[in-house]
Structure formats: structure tokens, C-alpha cells
């Protein structure tokens, strides 16, 4: 995903708190550390958690057991 290795090469001191984020997120997407939500008008269908309080990653459920990662970035940034 190009945007996350950008988003990877711009943040590297985030990117240890990113994987254990992720982590989290592949054992609970629900987890109420992750501030999972779903999001509304022009991104109604997709959803999005939290990596910290200033970055979120926009995702899709594709399938039950499967997330396509959509978005990574600010608040504004996403949204």
C-alpha cells in the first residue's frame, strides 16, 4: 500500500505504535482502545480506528475476516 510506506517513511518514530495498533485491530477491530467507528457521507460504508489521538486508518470489511486498509493519516487528512 503506497500510502502507508509514505505515511511509514514521514512518521518513523510512529511506526513501532502503528504494528502494535495493528495488532490489536487483527485480534478486536472493535477494541474499545481503537475508538472504532463508522463514518458517514462521502465515506459512508467504510469505518475507521484510531493509531493515536492525531492519526486514523480508514478500512472496509471485504469479507468477515478481512479488512481492506483504505487510508491512513490526520484526522483532516482523512476525512
Sequence with gaps: ????????KKHP???GYF???LTQFTENP???S????NLSGKLKGYLAFSITYEYRLVFKF???NKAL????G???EVY
Design 74 to 76: 490526520t484526522h483532516d
Design 30 to 32: 472493535f477494541h474499545p
Design 13 to 15: 518514530d510512529l511506526i
Design 69 to 72: 486498509l483504505i487510508d491512513i
Design 34 to 37: 481503537l475508538k472504532t467507528h
Design 19 to 21: 504494528q502494535d495498533t
Design 1 to 8: 500500500m503506497r500510502i502507508l510506506k509514505k505515511w511509514k
Design 62 to 64: 471485504i469479507s468477515e
